[in-house]
């Protein structure tokens, strides 16, 4: 599966983003979905996960509340609504998938946990 993330930009402090992840290729409901994001010198983390029905997700405890993943399979693909986003939200946002999605989506909150990359989407919050 090919995977492209769009959406990003440049936003104050408490705007609202909303990116998005076109995948294609194979069957899309076969494959878990995520986003990760990685900031300046920092090691990349889960953000966000969704089942393959998107009935099930999974959010890191500094998102909660604030981000909302979810996922159209009739059109394949992922997004990601941020809202109240922080400056600390600035990161490069990647969408990932793995076909390997045979347990809860909480399990799948590392990358190595997944196959396919995006090639990630700038997201920058200033104060």
């Known amino acids: 599966v090919q995977l492209q993330a769009s959406g990003g930009g440049l936003v104050q402090a408490g705007d609202s983003l909303r990116l998005s992840c076109a995948a294609s290729?194979?069957?899309?409901?076969?494959?878990?979905m995520a986003w990760f994001r990685q900031a300046p010198g920092k090691e990349r983390e889960i953000v966000a996960a969704?089942?393959?029905?998107?009935?099930?997700?999974y959010y890191a405890d500094s998102v909660k509340a604030r981000f909302t993943i979810s996922r159209d399979n009739a059109k394949m693909s992922v997004y990601l609504q941020a809202n109240s986003l922080k400056p600390e939200d600035t990161a490069v946002y990647y969408c990932?998938?793995?076909?390997?999605?045979?347990?809860?989506?909480?399990?799948?909150?590392?990358?190595?946990?997944?196959?396919?990359w995006g090639q990630g989407t700038l997201v920058t919050v200033s104060s």
């Open positions: 990932a998938a793995t076909s390997r999605g045979y347990f809860s989506v909480a399990y799948y909150n590392t990358g190595d946990k997944y196959e396919y």
């Open positions: 290729g194979r069957t899309f409901t076969r494959y878990v």
């Open positions: 969704v089942s393959q029905s998107g009935g099930s997700t």
